[in-house]
């Protein structure tokens, strides 16, 4: 297997007006963006998506899929891009996250796309095909283009490393890096063979993603509880039910890593992070947040002061 090398980016674009007053409004594009090369082939895929497990995930499966039955695009029978992207979003995603959307690309076209992803990041894509995937040069190109057409613009770009990852067939390092509200959670694990087993990249891939939506799942579900057991949630509604949903969906996620661990020989550093620990802290910080409507609700007599302890 030859080796795999990527890196996930958290980006944020922000294009204005350079004018010193300007009435209009600045225009934002978020995304998430993994360049995708196909191992022993010239095929290379950039995956944006508007989460981080789906952008991974979905990156995992074209390298499945390329690895089991050969290159992507030139296949006499097509890759079925959309059974690949629902295979993604099965269950807790699908029902709880209506804003999902993802969009790849090849060449700097867009050769699949699901739910709304900002136009602007086609541009950028179209840019750094240009110029030989010169990142960075592709957003001085950008704003060319927008003057070329009669818009001049300034084009502010904010990029975070979520993940990074390096896989040959006899050791995979990944390294995750979460920036929260209240803390960055950052850790290593690495995977050799065992038992016969090779390294695989698609599963490294995966667990990864299931670290990343463990993590601020996690926090989510922390922040539900304390606002469902403070009646900030309606009994019976969506996110009332999400929370219980969330819990749940934390399990599998556990379980998975789990398997993950007995396949291979696996080593963390840190400590292999603990999604319901997490969870537990995450309701220690939302009592702190939800403190000032906590004690409105004292006040107003909604609730007994005796159940809130700061």
């Known amino acids: 297997m030859d080796a795999f090398s990527t890196t996930l980016l958290r980006e944020k674009f922000v294009i204005r007006d350079p004018a010193p007053v300007s009435d209009e409004e600045p225009v934002v594009a978020l995304s998430n963006r993994l360049v995708t090369p196909i191992p022993g082939s ?16 979905m990156a995992a499966r074209i390298v499945a899929a390329a690895q089991e039955k050969g290159p992507i695009l030139s296949r006499p029978h097509p890759f079925d ?15 709880y996250n209506p804003n999902r959307w993802i969009a790849i690309y090849s060449a700097g076209k867009v050769v699949f796309g699901d739910g709304n992803h900002h136009p602007f990041l086609d541009i950028i894509e179209t840019c750094d ?9 592709s957003i001085t190109m950008a704003e060319n283009a927008f003057k070329q057409a009669g818009k001049v613009v300034r084009i502010d770009h904010d990029a975070n490393i979520a993940m990074v990852v ?14 929260g509200a209240d803390k960055t959670t950052t850790f290593n ?17 995966t667990v990864s993603a299931a670290f990343l939506e463990g993590i601020q799942l996690a926090f989510q579900v922390g922040m539900g509880k304390q606002k469902r057991r403070y009646g900030f949630l309606e009994i019976g509604s969506e996110d009332y039910k999400r929370v219980e949903a969330g819990e749940k ?28 620990k997490m969870v537990d802290e995450a309701e220690d910080v939302a009592r702190k947040i939800l403190a000032p409507q906590i004690e409105a609700k004292i006040e107003s007599g909604e609730l007994d002061d005796e159940e809130w302890i700061v």
């Open 249 to 276: 969906r934390l399990g599998r996620l556990n379980s998975a890593i789990r398997q993950f661990d007995q396949i291979l020989e696996v080593a963390y550093r840190p400590d292999r992070p603990d999604f319901f």
């Open 81 to 95: 891009w959309a059974d690949a992207w629902q295979s993604v979003n099965e269950g807790f995603e699908r029902k």
């Open 166 to 179: 390096n896989i040959t067939s006899e050791l995979a390092r990944c390294g995750i890096i979460l920036r």
């Open 42 to 57: 010239e095929e290379k895929f950039v995956v944006r998506a508007q989460n981080m497990h789906s952008c991974i995930r």
């Open 129 to 137: 095909f240009k110029s030989r995937q010169d990142y960075e040069h």
């Open 189 to 205: 694990f690495t995977g050799k063979p065992k038992g016969g087993r090779p390294v695989r990249i698609s599963q490294c891939l």
